[in-house]
């Protein structure tokens, strides 16, 4: 297993935004990201919020050469419980490159508050869901 904890943000005591290193954007949030791997498939467990600030580091975990040769990309979303439309389109990004490519896509795990999204945006007609990283590779 495999662990991104992407760069570390820390707030002033003073409470005002902190900034990156160079000085050019407001540092937010960050994603874990743990990998787990089988001969067939590839399960990345989420943590934290998908948003402007953190969707480019999942879009760029999820695009690696690695995980596009896995035939199935299982995203176990069990501990986000907030995503904006960021987030959705990296989904739909992803879901579609790996359709493109033969490949499949699936979501698992996702909480109350991120399924609400999926459903007012209709993308639970698009994007396979399950319940838990097992059904999906099972094919339930």
């Known amino acids: 297993m495999t662990t991104s904890p992407g760069p570390e943000a820390h ?3 003073d409470g005002s935004p902190s900034v990156d290193p160079n000085g050019l954007l407001p540092a937010g949030p960050t994603l874990t ?6 001969p067939r498939h590839a399960v990345i467990a989420v943590g934290g919020p998908i948003d402007y600030h ?10 690696t ?6 035939p199935l990309l299982v995203l176990d ?7 904006d439309s960021s987030a959705l389109g990296v989904f739909v990004d992803i879901h579609r490159r790996r359709s493109d490519a033969g490949h499949r ?12 999204i999926l459903e007012l945006t209709r993308l639970t007609s ?3 869901l ?5 059904d999906a590779l099972s094919g339930n």
Not at 54 to 63: D, I, K, R, V, Y
Not at 65 to 70: D, G, I, L, P, T
Not at 105 to 116: C, D, I, S, W
């Open 105 to 116: 896509f699936a979501l698992t795990g996702v909480q109350p508050e991120v399924r609400r």
């Open 77 to 83: 979303l069990t501990h986000v419980d907030f995503c």
């Open 65 to 70: 050469a690695e995980m596009q040769e896995v």
């Open 54 to 63: 953190t969707a480019p580091q999942l879009l760029g975990h999820l695009t």
């Open 33 to 38: 990201l743990a990998s787990r791997r089988g």
């Open 11 to 13: 707030e002033p005591a």
């Open 126 to 128: 698009v994007l396979p």
């Open 130 to 134: 399950h319940e838990t990283a097992k």
